[in-house]
């Protein structure tokens, strides 16, 4: 006897869109069982197991922590038809009420999706790609303290500056153009480029129930994800 399986959930992340199935029993076993001893120090493998796991034989490239925490808070609100339910005790001294909280998973993060485009700075345009070859950076930069920059370097695919345009240039050479501009160019293309990326906030503000205080959450890990 076995039971079918349906990938029926859609995950929309802006640049691809996935398609999951709910929840099973042995995904419950993952957190709760052995990996719960170790969930604080590896959250974010755990997560990215969970979530791959139910994902429908997807090969694309790899997902970030944040869009991986959105794709399990839309897994868990459709696996579940009761909503999540905590309690937060007021710290008000003088109140210390106790407020109960109801809400979907995913009304407790605040998601950005990733919008990959042209970034422009004075005379300066940089065509960058969600893609990069990560074997080629992990064989060559893993463990050096510029990671993230090299990760930068091997998205861009075109500079322009003013009417040339070019494509085709080594890493070395990418680098040292991007060493020899103006430092507030430079800053104007790095801004930029941080904020293309997703990001997910898990901090929520309250009112208490009774007096009135104003309490905040950081939902990091969410009490009673799985009912």
Not at 24 to 45: C, H, N, V
Not at 143 to 160: A, T, V
Not at 168 to 197: A, P
Not at 211 to 220: A, P, S
Request: proline fraction near 1%; hydrophobic fraction near 35%; aromatic fraction near 12%.
């Amino acid at each position: 006897m076995k039971n079918k399986i349906e990938y029926n959930i859609d995950i929309d992340l802006g640049w691809v869109k996935l398609k999951a199935r709910k929840f099973l029993g042995k995904d419950r076993r993952l957190i709760e069982g052995e990996m719960q001893k170790t969930f604080d120090a590896g959250k974010e493998d755990i997560i990215q197991t969970l979530v791959m796991s139910c994902l429908d034989n997807y090969e694309g490239s790899k997902l970030s922590d944040s869009e991986l925490q959105y794709a399990l808070l839309t897994i868990r609100d459709s696996s579940f038809i009761d909503k999540l339910s905590f309690d937060f005790t007021c710290k008000n001294k003088e109140c210390k009420h106790k407020n109960n909280i109801t809400s979907t998973a995913l009304e407790l993060g605040d998601f950005q999706k990733s919008e990959f485009k042209l970034i422009e700075s004075g005379n300066i345009k940089v065509t960058v790609d969600r893609d990069y070859n990560e074997k080629y950076l992990n064989e060559n930069y893993d463990n050096h303290p510029n990671y993230d920059y090299y990760k930068f370097l091997l998205r861009i695919k075109e500079l322009q500056e003013g009417d040339i345009k070019e494509d085709t240039f080594t890493l070395d050479e990418i680098e040292e153009y991007l060493d020899t501009l103006d430092i507030e160019v430079y800053s104007e293309i790095m801004r930029q480029y941080n904020k293309m990326f997703a990001k997910i906030s898990m901090i929520n503000q309250y009112k208490c129930d009774k007096c009135g205080d104003d309490f905040v959450i950081n939902f990091d890990v969410i009490p009673g994800f799985f009912g």
